[in-house]
């Protein structure tokens, strides 16, 4: 590595440390350090197969995996014992899950708890017509087509084209063709723009927005080097523009779960604040969905790793009220395209 890119690497750290010094204070040191530390991943068993075969393969290759109770009885997770030579943020070591000879679907999806309690946040009940707005590569997406239990709809949207192949690829190896083809739609529709999105069409959706990835970019210098606020303030705008336009598509009396990976309130209990604001009262925090380790915040919970060894993710429920309904927005928020010019670099976290 050249000796230019480790010094611009170490002012980026700098920048970004006394950035997020100033909101989390003395604690910073112990999350900074949590953050470089690997990935505390579970094995998510997948329910749209055959659960008892995934379960017995799985035990059988990880003796020592335990079930994370805390998650409720419709979700079946397992803790694998931690790698103690890994040094990569991401557990790649771990073998890739099996699949079903007799369903062709694969066992179980490796993702952080954090990621589970964000999607069981929208509470998703069979009937529902559900919104995943930004769903690749599609760990949250499959939670949510599982609660559907094959009645109801979900449209799984991504817009970069080649993360939509792999979210088409996820769907397929997850989830059984009669419920793909009943009621999973992949869409590559751009988020931000309402009117593609249709008027209060939905009954839950999940808005798991790109963001800082603060962990990934602790991890690469490159990123590090370039690092500014900036980045943060446009991804805040972008998120802004999402959560909107999911605001308008959600019928009233529906539910909206706004999601990101970001550490920083500009991203999480700004944004929500923001759009709370914009609805008029429409749109109200519920504040009553499973937290567990997660930390509250004014309007949601974030799961930081220096305390819970998950996250980080931070979560929020909005609740629409029924009989109430806003117009849409004259200027559909990316007409002007702005958020592909301010568009901080593609989110690299994979749930
Ligand atoms: C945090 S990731 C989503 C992770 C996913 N929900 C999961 O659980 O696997 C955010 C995704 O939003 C996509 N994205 C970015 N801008 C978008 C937009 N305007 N409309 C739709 N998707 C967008 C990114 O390409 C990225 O795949």
Redesign the pocket.
Known sequence: MEASTAAAAREGLHRLSEFHRRQYGSRWSDLQAALVRPVSHVARLNRAGNIDRSRSRLLDAYPDAERVHELGDNVEAYRLPADPDATTPVPRDFAPPPRCEVTGLLDYYLMDPS?ILAALALNVQPGDTVL??????????LILAEQLDGRGHIQA????SG?QSRLQRVMIDYLPERIRHKGVRVTG????RARALGKEQYSKILV????SSDRHVLMDLDELAVWSPTRIRANSK?QIQ?LWAAAQALKPGGTVVYST?ALSDMENDDVVRTIIKRSGGTLSVDSTCPSWFAEPTECGFIALPDRSGFGPLYFARLVKSPGNSFRFDSSDSSDSDD?DQAEAK??V???
Do not use: I, V
């Open positions: 990621s995943d707005l930004c769903a690749a590569p599609g760990g949250k997406a949207n991504e817009r970069a993360r529709l751009d988020g931000t798991d927005a790109p963001c972008r999402l990976c958020s593609e989110d976290a994979d749930d």
